[in-house]
């Protein structure tokens, strides 16, 4: 995966993640809030790999060698 797939995920989600904050008749509301939770963790995780990739290749390293961190892992930094 390369950047550009990266950001076009991000993208995505956050299309996803608009739509799920617009009410929706059809829908319960449970099963939104946990699907845009969900959305919001894969978000903080893809967020967490691109920055990983730049870094490495900032730092003069391949950004392949980048690998997604656990959700409970990227949830848990400090902001």
């Known amino acids: 995966m390369n ?3 990266i950001l076009a995920r991000i993208q995505a989600l ?3 993640e608009h739509e799920l ?3 929706a008749a059809d829908d319960p509301a ?3 809030r946990s699907r845009l939770r969900r959305v919001e963790e894969e978000l903080d995780q893809c967020w967490d790999l691109l920055r990983q990739r ?6 003069g390293e391949s950004p392949q060698e980048a690998e ?3 959700i409970d892992q990227v949830e848990g930094y400090r902001q």
């Open 21 to 23: 904050r617009e009410p």
């Open 68 to 70: 997604a961190r656990p």
């Open 14 to 16: 956050v299309d996803e």
């Open 54 to 59: 730049r870094a490495k290749q900032d730092a």
């Open 30 to 32: 449970d099963d939104r």
């Open 3 to 5: 950047d550009q797939d």
